[in-house]
């Protein structure tokens, strides 16, 4: 019998490790806001965390397209990659 682990695509964990990495430093950031108490110092770990948030989700994407991208279409990838863009555009402030 095979373990559920071999069976898992390298690009799934290498997406759920960069999501897993993004909740550590969101927790942490949480834990440094209390322990600063301090408003002005929780809005700079704050505006941090705005860079941190994107950045994940632009790299888990491009990740899960690579590994998809043997399977799919140009076309396909083309329009997943404009979502993406129009994500980005519509977040931005």
């Known amino acids: 019998m095979k373990s559920w682990l071999l069976t898992i695509e390298t690009a799934v964990l290498v997406m759920v490790g960069l999501r897993v990495l993004s909740g550590l430093i969101e927790l942490t950031a949480a834990g440094m806001m209390l322990r600063f108490n301090n408003v002005e110092k929780a809005v700079g770990i704050n505006a941090i965390l705005a860079i941190i948030g994107p950045t994940v989700l632009v790299t888990s994407i491009a990740v899960g397209l690579i590994g998809i991208s043997d399977r799919i279409s140009m ?6 990659g404009g979502g993406v863009i129009l994500i980005l555009l519509g977040i931005r402030r």
């Open 75 to 80: 076309t396909k990838l083309a329009l997943i």
